[in-house]
């Protein structure tokens, strides 16, 4: 074992000397390693009702851990379960933001009811995953 990595111990143990029981972390342990990230950008028209949808391809054969975002309007939206139109989202701007992880992919999508903003948007998607180092 290598002489570095992270260690948290728990209050009143010494994090230099304490077992592997009295660790609230140690980076020795299985733990889950960021695989990939990226981001993508999804331009909505006006009017129509309408769906964006990203597809990142993982092909795990496991649904992996997934932290995706939605950001509109310089604001940061957690879409790893979905939101529903937010009161500072303009009128007539009421989107759908959802994400589902399979085996094979982590899949964001926007869906709109009536599109009938006087604008067209842009929503900017990001996505994080992690695997389970017991599995590789």
Same mark, same amino acid.
């Given at each position: 074992?290598?002489?570095?990595?992270?260690? !948290?111990?728990?209050?009143?143990?010494?994090?230099?000397?304490?077992?592997? #029981?009295?660790?609230?972390?140690?980076?020795?342990?299985?733990?889950? #390693?960021?695989?990939?990230? /990226?981001?993508?950008?999804?331009?909505?028209?006006? /009017?129509?009702?309408?769906?964006?949808?990203?597809?990142?391809?993982?092909? =795990?054969?496991?649904? +992996?851990?997934?932290?995706?975002?939605? &950001?509109?309007? &310089? #604001?940061?939206?957690?879409?790893?379960?979905?939101?529903?139109?937010?009161?500072?989202? +303009?009128?007539? =701007?009421? +989107?759908?933001?959802?994400?589902?992880?399979?085996?094979?992919? !982590?899949?964001?999508? !926007?869906?709109?009811?009536?599109?009938?903003? +006087?604008?067209?948007?842009?929503?900017?998607?990001?996505?994080?995953?992690?695997?389970?180092? /017991?599995?590789?």
């Amino acid at each position: 074992m290598a002489d570095y990595g992270l260690k !948290i111990s728990i209050n009143g143990s010494d994090v230099k000397t304490a077992a592997n #029981k009295d660790l609230v972390f140690t980076s020795s342990a299985n733990t889950l #390693k960021l695989q990939n990230q /990226g981001s993508q950008t999804l331009n909505v028209g006006l /009017g129509v009702a309408t769906a964006s949808v990203v597809c990142v391809t993982h092909n =795990l054969g496991y649904r +992996p851990w997934a932290q995706t975002f939605t &950001s509109i309007f &310089s #604001k940061r939206y957690n879409t790893t379960n979905f939101i529903r139109t937010q009161p500072d989202f +303009p009128a007539g =701007l009421t +989107p759908f933001l959802w994400t589902d992880i399979t085996t094979t992919q !982590i899949i964001l999508r !926007i869906d709109f009811d009536i599109f009938t903003s +006087p604008a067209a948007y842009a929503f900017n998607v990001y996505w994080y995953y992690a695997v389970d180092t /017991g599995q590789n």
